[in-house]
């Protein structure tokens, strides 16, 4: 399973990278508008972080104008894979664009309806939003595995981007759920390796050595 970085910040992604757990990078307007930077200088920078995919949203809504951004993102760097909405414009964009052999990743997915039209299209990724579809009384996480039954049954080579991510146990049931990706909030990242359990054995172990190196003396 795929680690993306679900952010715009540098910094964060950074530090994370250094780990070598991070496969890519999904922004999207409200991130990149939490940065206060040039939108495709922040691109470019997370681009040259990440060996991996980085998907920079169009913010056009007719198919014809997120072409023409797409066609553009691409430019930036090798590593871009556009990001376009779930509408009937979206899909008329992602068919010229992945006969183009432009990466796209369809985003806004709550229903399978949905991901199969993307997938249909030619999407590269299909990103279906887990916390948000949660918030209203869905389920995020059968919306995953619907979506790898479909996938999978119609052979499809469209990789699963579980996003809206909330927490670890969002990253674990997508894991199991069959998601090629998890899209993570630094946030949500950095605690992925914390376990209440582990500190306190960490602890009993030091102080268990503690006394046993006095005893020594
Ligand atoms: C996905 O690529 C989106 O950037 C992201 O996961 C949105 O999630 P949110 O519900 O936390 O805004």
Do not use: C
């Amino acid at each position: 399973m795929k680690f993306f970085l679900d952010t715009a910040n540098t910094e964060d992604i950074k530090r994370y990278a250094q780990l070598g757990l991070v496969d890519g990078v999904t922004t999207n307007p409200t991130l990149v508008s939490r940065e206060g930077r040039d939108f495709e200088t922040v691109i470019k920078e997370i681009a040259q972080i990440v060996s991996g995919p980085v998907s920079a949203e169009v913010t056009a809504t007719k198919a014809e104008a997120m072409i023409e951004q797409a066609r553009n993102e691409v430019k930036w760097a090798d590593n871009i894979v556009v990001k376009i909405p779930m509408t009937e414009e979206g899909l008329k964009a992602v068919k010229v664009l992945s006969s183009e052999g432009i990466k796209t990743n369809v985003t806004l997915i709550f229903s399978v309806s949905q991901g199969l039209l993307a997938a249909k299209a030619g999407a590269s990724y299909i990103s279906p939003f887990l916390g948000r579809l949660d918030d209203i009384g869905g389920n995020g996480i059968q919306l995953v595995k619907d979506l790898r039954q479909v996938l999978d049954t119609y052979n499809f080579k469209t990789e699963i981007i579980a996003a809206s991510v909330r927490g670890a146990q969002h990253v674990q049931e997508a894991a199991l759920a069959g998601s090629d990706i998890a899209t993570i909030p630094a946030a949500v990242f950095g605690k992925l390796w914390s376990h209440p359990l582990t500190d306190k054995g960490l602890a009993s172990f030091a102080s268990d050595w503690d006394k046993f190196q006095a005893q020594q003396k």
